[in-house]
């Protein structure tokens, strides 16, 4: 019997995160400094929720578990580890199992920052980050629709695409 062979097929991952967004925090969002917002996400490292949803949805799409298994905040080697080091890490690992990512969608959900205004500029910085042309890299803001504003937080879902990297 012929099994059947997956392995020039796509792959699929989802990543969510969601961080509390808190004054006197430095507002990093996909890598991108928000310098003019007050308020910040909460976190172990630049908290930064866009980037922890990537790589999440990255490792998914790559049968590797989670953010957290692969990279526990309990391991001195992670602790305050920059977000971007740790997607390059997870972008790494994927690699190493001839695949690479093909394409990005992510929406981010807060009140506070505004997204739009720096909607290209996040684009730009993901597109390099991931080695992508801009058209396979998308990514909406949207408001939290006044639900759950007693708490001001971050939310973000991200949805990777990985496939053969040759
Ligand atoms: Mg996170």
């Known amino acids: 019997m012929t099994r059947f062979d997956f392995s020039p097929l796509p792959r699929i991952g989802l990543g969510t995160d969601r961080h509390r967004l808190v004054a006197g925090r430095a507002c990093m969002l996909g890598g991108v400094h928000f310098?003019?917002?007050?308020?910040?996400?909460?976190?172990?490292?630049?908290?930064?929720?866009?980037?922890?949803?990537?790589?999440?949805?990255?490792?998914?799409?790559?049968?590797?578990?989670?953010?957290?298994?692969?990279?526990?905040?309990?391991?001195?080697?992670?602790?305050?580890?920059?977000?971007?080091?740790?997607?390059?890490?997870?972008?790494?690992?994927?690699?190493?199992q001839g695949l690479r990512c093909w394409s990005i969608d992510l929406a981010i959900q807060c009140d506070r920052p505004r997204i739009a205004p720096r909607r290209a500029e996040i684009r730009a910085h993901l597109a390099q980050l991931f080695e992508l042309p801009l058209d396979r890299v998308n990514l909406k803001g949207k408001t939290r629709e006044g639900v759950g504003s007693e708490v001001e937080a971050v939310d973000v879902t991200a949805v990777v695409l990985l496939g053969p990297a040759a």
């Open 35 to 96: 310098a003019d917002c007050p308020v910040g996400p909460q976190g172990h490292s630049d908290g930064d929720a866009v980037l922890h949803a990537l790589t999440d949805a990255v490792l998914g799409a790559a049968g590797l578990d989670d953010l957290g298994t692969l990279f526990p905040d309990t391991d001195p080697r992670y602790q305050g580890a920059d977000s971007t080091t740790l997607l390059r890490t997870a972008l790494q690992q994927v690699a190493e």
